[in-house]
């Protein structure tokens, strides 16, 4: 079977090291903001760019944190796409705001300018930006787009780890940017893991109280905070998988570039290009299909596991769907998430494994 994640095929090199950076965690006997800690946010920073990186529980966790340290709550709306998961609303939702729903480009799956400028009112403080599936574009009209209406501009990158847009880093573009290390992630934990980015001193000092019970220091509380701390061996991993990202996500996007060119079935849509290659990292490779149930036990039947990302658009959710969507309606969305389907494109993939997928694909014949 050809899976759309292979943990187990991570190499031995790597699982050594990883063992080891747990036993330096054991024998410090610290397993709370420590020194790992301290470590991992010191290298994804610089990754990223950015002045500061704040370890938190998850990314869910990193949207809500960055919020509440921007006073973002009850009365404000927030705009985001209701194609993502569902922790990208949920996040807004935990920290008082309300989420109104954008909708999306068709050829890209990304939210849509357009569709975001008629959901702006007086209540707008933010534009929350996913860079679905690892995709990053067009950041020069959503800048402009939020210094106009004086709101901010924030970022969900949770799926956009090293993608960057004219050389800087998904994240850094707006007011900070909330990463997700979920095991499935391009950069994943062994268990959950986030953290938020960036190069506002006071969003970072803010940041670190409110994920630690509100503590400006020991039991002194100046906020009502949240208790998501990122763990001492979770940082302890990260740092270990953080040396191999850059050959892992090169991985990717030859596998993505090898089926932009050798995937042709007139069943199949393939979403656009970027038009940088710096711009797609690739965490899912989603195509199109009018036909998709039917796709997908065709590729089962091949030994291929292909997954449904998102196949309920937020809006339709049952807890969702009383809040406020695109005046001109959500078509691309609901029209999006009853047809995609993500191929596997993870760095494990051999290039046989990958030639199979493709003739998997190019023989559907419904």
């Known amino acids: 079977m050809i899976l759309m994640n292979d943990f187990k095929a991570e190499s031995e090199a790597i699982k050594e090291k990883e063992l080891i950076a747990v036993r330096r965690v054991l024998d410090s006997g610290w397993y709370i903001l420590g020194n790992e800690v301290k470590a991992f946010e010191s290298a994804w920073a610089q990754t990223c760019g950015a002045r500061h990186a704040i370890g938190v529980a998850n990314g869910m966790d990193a949207i809500e944190v960055g919020l509440r340290a921007l006073s973002i709550g009850p009365g404000d709306e927030v705009i985001t796409t209701s194609m993502s998961a569902f922790a990208t609303v949920l996040a807004i939702i935990r920290a008082g705001a309300t989420p109104v729903l954008a909708d999306i480009d068709a050829d890209t799956g990304l939210l849509s300018t357009a569709s975001v400028e008629r959901c702006i009112t007086k209540k707008t403080r933010a534009v929350l930006l996913v860079h679905l599936y690892g995709h990053i574009r067009k950041v020069d009209e959503w800048i402009q787009l939020c210094e106009k209406n004086s709101i901010f501009l924030l970022e969900d990158c949770a799926q956009s780890h090293l993608a960057q847009y004219k050389g800087q880093s998904a994240g850094t573009f707006g007011e900070w940017g909330a990463y997700s290390f979920y095991p499935t992630k391009n950069l994943g934990a062994i268990g959950d893991a986030g953290a938020l980015i960036t190069s506002r001193d006071d969003i970072a000092s803010d940041s670190r109280i409110l994920l630690n019970y509100g503590q400006s220091k020991r039991y002194h509380h100046t906020k009502l905070g949240m208790n998501s701390r990122l763990d001492e061996i979770q940082a302890a991993l990260l740092s270990v998988r953080l040396e191999y990202l850059t050959i892992g996500t090169e991985r990717r996007r030859n596998i993505a570039n090898t089926y932009f060119s050798h995937i042709e079935n007139q069943h199949v849509k393939l979403l656009a290009r970027p038009v940088q290659k710096e711009n797609h990292v690739y965490h899912l490779y989603v195509i199109l299909s009018k036909r ?34 695109s005046p001109d309606g959500m078509i691309a969305s609901e029209t999006h998430a009853s047809q ?12 046989a494994q990958v030639n199979c997928i493709i003739e998997a694909v190019n023989a559907f014949n419904p």
């Open 292 to 325: 998709r149930d039917q796709l997908s036990a065709h590729l089962a039947n091949q030994g291929i596991e292909a997954l449904i990302h998102y196949p309920i658009p937020i809006h339709k959710q049952a807890p969702c769907s009383n809040l406020v969507t």
């Open 340 to 351: 995609c389907i993500s191929l596997p494109c993870n760095p494990h993939l051999n290039d």
